[in-house]
């Protein structure tokens, strides 16, 4: 079911800018409990997405999925990312 949710996704964003696909795109890369702890801040020209860990705890296990992550929302996105770089 994640899949298609994913490539359903996809599709409907195309028609946003690269950074408005990445935050739509946010909770579905990870799942709801874990979107929730964290906030998209934005997107660089290096193509890196900054985001904001709302809870300082939780800063290594979003690090920990940074790769797993980028790729996800590459996929869902359709967005060249770079990688993610998580503040707080």
Partial sequence: MRDVLRG???RSLRTLSDED???AAWSVACGPALAERAEVLGLDED???HVRVLQPGWRD???QMRS???EDLRKIAGVQLQTIH???
Avoid: S
């Fill in 47 to 49: 193509r890196v997405l």
């Fill in 8 to 10: 359903t996704l996809g």
């Fill in 86 to 88: 998580f503040e707080g």
């Fill in 61 to 63: 296990q979003f690090t």
């Fill in 21 to 23: 696909r990445l935050v």
């Fill in 68 to 70: 797993m992550l980028t």
